[in-house]
């Protein structure tokens, strides 16, 4: 997806990303440049809501590194 800057160096987010990360207005967003590349990434103002899908996963990999440990004795 491509947008463009204008001349007061605002952009505008896509309806889909916007949609899909749950970006409303007055959410924050922080830019993170690395020299490469830049990022930007929506902060939460709900904290709880921020951390929903972190451990998305981690279940299932703990069985399976549980289940490759038995096997290896």
């Known amino acids: 997806m491509r947008t463009k ?6 952009t505008v987010v ?20 690395d020299g490469e590349t830049i990022r ?3 902060i939460p103002s709900d904290p709880i809501r ?4 972190i451990s998305k996963g981690l279940h299932r990999k703990l069985l399976k ?9």
């Open 14 to 33: 896509p309806a889909k990303i916007r949609k899909d990360h749950q970006i409303v207005p007055q959410t924050q967003l922080e830019w993170i440049d």
């Open 50 to 53: 921020g951390a929903r899908g």
């Open 65 to 73: 590194e549980r289940e490759w440990e038995r096997r290896r004795g």
């Open 40 to 42: 930007v990434i929506p």
């Open 5 to 10: 800057v204008t001349s007061r160096g605002q």
